[in-house]
């Protein structure tokens, strides 16, 4: 809601300059072709190792977009005012979701049998695998995954066309088109990123499972999404933009942070509770693993890192509306890397921490590559949705 | 009878929302503290234009939510460490047992949280009240459907039957009415 007493006249259409990115994204490209170039050497030398550290950072930056298109999707199912002004970034983020596919094909066409075990496992030889077989299987897999990405890609880049369509003519089909695209958008990223969970990352073993897995994966890509959207407005501010942009929207996406990262720790502490509790082989696996050995010590800094330290600052009210939601948010990305570290990487050593030169290329690979990306899809539109019906509700914002 | 009333204060009904708003402005520079606007809904922003910062409630909140955890942390442990030591499911008897008292502590602190809450809410607005000086005044009733008020209190210190009275109609107060007590 906004208050009823100033009158405003629209604010002028803002567009990046692209003097202002300088370097950064030459910069970004050669971090992105280097990192890629070492991963590749990787390919070669060491399959099974790149194989992990890819699914690392792939699953790390792919979950975060994912998220953005949660919080567009959200925006638009519950007819938010708030957003506005923010909203554009989010359907940035969220577009660069087409290219993840492309970044998957070297895992599910060459890597596939190095890091999803019930890959090449014949039938009949494990039967806890064959009663899987209805959905374990290489047909079913590829046409998951194809599924995934069109959908993905289909809703993110509707939204993004319809919200830049409506800056040039201004129709209101559009916002009733949004509504749409947007109620099943969760849906779709809702589906999407569950099973792509239960596919590439519950199933690097086949025998473990657990129900609560893609709520689980969706809680941290949720906060890390926002945590990051924080970050992209925080940044184009201090180049001058967005001024509109003041301390009350700050102040919500902050309640969001401090919202998932309670959802994130309630989600998480439910799956390992019943896990624990419950103490059958066939599911404590995944904990054994990540609780012994040098582990131990990365899943309790993550029960800490992600919870127990952001919980109590975020509650403040005066750090959400300062520059300190910024350094919040910062440190949330860093967590999110860390339980995605921890999710995939011990799947391969489990006897402890083994860093590889080809997790830190992975990451920088395709940290340089969608930030290369995102930048070029920053200049393409205007800064914030400059005829969006709801776009005054945003500006005179308040708590 | 009514002359022998104490008065409690000046009431004045405005237009709308935002008239109310920009008279709220004005009466908050003008400097009174002892004094509230009535509206038939919540009208964001007013407690910026009233002057009134933020409210205090969320200390009680949270003396209330953390009182929760202590007690919840003290009610389980006591018992299965020092009272009561009994190995159950085969569970560590050690710290490492704490998962299991994590939803006790979570749900406790949310009760307490909730109680302090509500307690501080009604301490706050001094409910339960029984009688209010303002349903003296007949148009006032209106506060529930379509009517915007600003009741200014005679306790206020700047108050004066006048020049409050002058100051509240210069601002777009219509129906200036004395209310007593």
């Known amino acids: ?56 950072a792939f699953t790390y930056f792919f979950t975060i977009c994912c998220g953005a298109l949660f919080w567009t999707s959200l925006q638009h199912a519950t007819d938010s005012e708030w957003s506005v002004l923010v909203r554009r970034q989010m359907e940035n983020l969220a577009k660069l979701l087409p290219w993840f596919a492309l970044l998957f094909l070297p895992l599910i066409l060459f890597c596939a049998p190095y890091l999803w075990k019930w890959w090449n496992i014949a ?38 066309k319809r919200s830049t369509s409506q800056d040039a003519d201004g129709a209101a089909k559009h916002t009733f088109a949004m509504r749409k695209f947007g109620i099943g958008g969760i849906v ?56 509109l942009v003041n301390s009350e929207h700050y102040h919500i996406m ?3 942070m401090l919202a998932f990262s309670i959802f994130w720790a309630y989600i998480g502490y439910s799956q390992y509770m019943l896990i624990w509790y419950a103490n059958i082989p066939e599911e404590t696996i995944y904990f054994r693993i990540r609780n012994t ?38 440190w949330i990305l860093v967590m999110q890397l860390l339980d995605i570290y921890v999710i995939v990487l011990p799947a391969l050593h489990r006897t402890g921490f083994r860093p590889s030169l080809f997790d830190l290329s992975a990451l920088v690979g395709i940290g340089g590559l969608m930030g290369w990306l995102f930048l070029r899809n920053l200049v393409q539109s205007n800064l914030f949705p400059t005829r969006d019906p709801r776009l005054l509700g945003s500006i005179k914002l308040s708590n | 009878m009514a002359e022998y009333r104490k008065i409690y204060g000046l009431g004045a009904q405005f237009e709308s929302a935002a008239a109310l708003m920009h008279a709220a402005e004005k009466i908050r520079d003008a400097g009174f503290s ?57 569970k560590p008897f050690n710290w490492a047992t704490v998962p299991a008292f994590f939803p006790i502590m979570f749900e406790l602190t949310v009760l307490f949280s909730a109680f302090s ?4 809410l009604l301490i706050m607005n001094q409910l339960p009240k029984w009688y209010h000086p303002v349903f003296n005044w007949e148009r006032f009733s209106r506060v ?27 601002i777009g107060g219509l129906h200036v009415t004395l209310i007593h007590d």
Not at chain 1, 131 to 148: D, I, P, S
Not at chain 1, 203 to 214: E, I, N, P, Q, R
Not at chain 1, 302 to 319: C, D, E, K, S, W
């Open chain 1, 123 to 160: 039938p009949g030889v494990d039967p806890l695998l064959d009663f899987k077989q209805g959905y374990l299987n290489h047909t079913f897999f590829y046409a998951r995954a194809a599924g995934y990405f069109l959908f993905l890609a289909w809703v993110s880049h509707s939204l993004w």
């Open chain 2, 34 to 90: 002892k004094w509230d606007v009535h509206t038939p809904y919540p009208v964001h922003g007013m407690d910026k234009a009233m002057g009134l910062g933020k409210s205090w409630l969320s200390t009680p909140v949270l003396i209330g939510g953390a009182t929760g955890t202590l007690t919840a942390t003290l009610l389980t442990f006591i018992p299965s460490w020092g009272i009561y030591p009994m190995i159950v499911h085969g």
């Open chain 2, 117 to 120: 809450t509500v307690f501080a």
């Open chain 1, 293 to 330: 050995d040098s582990w131990w010590y990365f899943s309790q800094f993550l029960v800490i890192g992600r919870f127990f330290l952001p919980f109590p600052v975020l509650l403040m009210q005066a750090t959400k509306k300062t520059k300190y939601i910024n350094h919040v948010a910062v």
């Open chain 1, 188 to 243: 779709v990223v809702a589906l999407a990123i569950s099973f792509a969970g239960f596919d590439w990352l519950m199933g690097l073993d086949y025998h473990w499972f657990s129900t609560m897995w893609g709520v689980y994966v969706f809680a941290g890509a949720a906060g890390s999404s926002m945590s990051l959207l924080v970050l992209v407005i925080t940044v184009l501010k201090s180049k001058g933009y967005l001024k």
């Open chain 1, 1 to 56: 809601m906004s208050d009823h007493s100033h009158e405003i006249t629209p604010p002028a259409a803002e567009k990046f300059d692209a003097k202002h990115i300088g370097g950064l994204s030459q910069i970004l490209l050669v971090c992105g072709v280097g990192g890629i170039g070492v991963s590749a050497i990787g390919f070669f030398v060491a399959r099974q190792q790149f194989a992990f550290s890819w699914l690392f």
């Open chain 1, 254 to 256: 902050g309640k969001f």
């Open chain 2, 144 to 170: 529930t459907d379509d009517g915007f008020f600003i009741v200014i209190e005679a306790r206020d210190a700047k108050f004066s039957e006048t020049k409050t009275r002058a100051l509240l109609e210069e």
